[in-house]
């Protein structure tokens, strides 16, 4: 019987000491992450590229919850989205139960595609955030795995998620986000898939096709303008040597006569070559915004005469 229990006392201190020498397991840090921002693109394009954010964290030690909450969240919001605020980032952390917010954007225009991320902590604390991560897009439609690289680059290089290692910030919050009724507050699956969310506002920045279509129209324009006032100016000159003309409409050898000839005949050659070059300006300039798969909107050009024929008007909407 002395033998039992002192097998059971040793049993119970090498269980106690090997509680104690064990490593404690760091917590992982639970990451609530922003339905993918598709800048520019359509409800269609995000719900194709949304799933491809879900994929990368997939593939990393980091613990997503909360999307579920997150996309109540941020439909509840004006504009469907936080659009980079970091105060409405960290109320999302808060209100979905995480230590942190994630935000990615993707501008996925021609020839390179732009990504942008942040890391907001629950406390509103900006902790890490990188910018203009360009990644070359392929030719043809956007496919989702066109912007795998671009995540990815975000992720790893720009957040840096693998070195995340700081304890829980701030207890989760219980309650759903204001106005939104039924959002749940506890850790979800990682097996569930956001959705991207749409904001449609202006690129960074203008494609060189666009911006050869701004200048060859500029260009035009002023080329036009140029060639109207030297055709104002000949038109004068032109009325001029007629009335020197003699009733069988030749001219009379005298000097005033030959100056305004000679003067005629230089403006002529100007004025054509000027409307010329500006309205084949025009025209390549409004070629290559309707051409560009950039562009935002249709292109209309419309050139027409002034009021009494002695000036030409260009309008159009870009």
Request: with cysteine; charged share 20%; net charge neutral.
């Amino acid at each position: 019987m002395n033998g039992l229990r002192r097998a059971a006392l040793c049993g119970s201190v090498l269980v106690g000491v090997t509680a104690v020498a064990a490593p404690q397991k760091t917590s992982t840090p639970e990451l609530v992450p922003h339905p993918l921002v598709v800048v520019g693109g359509s409800e269609e394009d995000a719900a194709r590229l949304g799933p491809q954010l879900d994929a990368e964290l997939s593939r990393r030690d980091v613990r997503v919850v909360g999307q579920q909450c997150a996309r109540q969240f941020v439909s509840a919001r004006p504009g469907g989205g936080c659009g980079g605020d970091e105060r409405c980032l960290s109320e999302l952390a808060r209100t979905c139960g995480g230590q942190r917010a994630l935000y990615v954007t993707v501008y996925p225009f021609r020839p390179r595609m732009v990504f942008v991320g942040k890391l907001v902590r629950a406390d509103g604390l900006l902790e890490r955030s990188v910018s203009n991560v360009e990644v070359t897009r392929p030719k043809g439609r956007l496919r989702p795995e066109m912007i795998r690289p671009g995540i990815e680059k975000v992720l790893a290089e720009g957040l840096h998620l693998e070195t995340l290692d700081l304890e829980p910030l701030v207890p989760p919050a219980a309650g759903p986000p204001e106005g939104v009724a039924g959002a749940a507050a506890p850790p979800e699956p990682r097996t569930e898939v956001p959705l991207g969310a749409v904001a449609q506002v202006t690129p960074p920045g203008a494609s060189g096709q666009r911006i050869a279509a701004y200048a060859c129209v500029g260009a035009g324009a002023v080329a036009l303008a140029v060639g109207t006032a030297l055709f104002i100016g000949a038109k004068s000159d032109e009325d001029t040597y007629r009335a020197m003309l003699d009733p069988y409409g030749q001219r009379p050898p005298t000097p005033d006569a030959e100056a305004a000839q000679q003067s005629l005949r230089g403006k002529t050659a100007p004025v054509t070559i000027a409307l010329v070059a500006g309205a084949a300006l025009v025209a390549t300039g409004v070629t290559l915004w309707v051409l560009d798969a950039g562009k935002s909107g249709g292109a209309h050009v419309e050139l027409r005469p002034g009021p009494g024929g002695g000036s030409l008007v260009m309008a159009g909407r870009f």
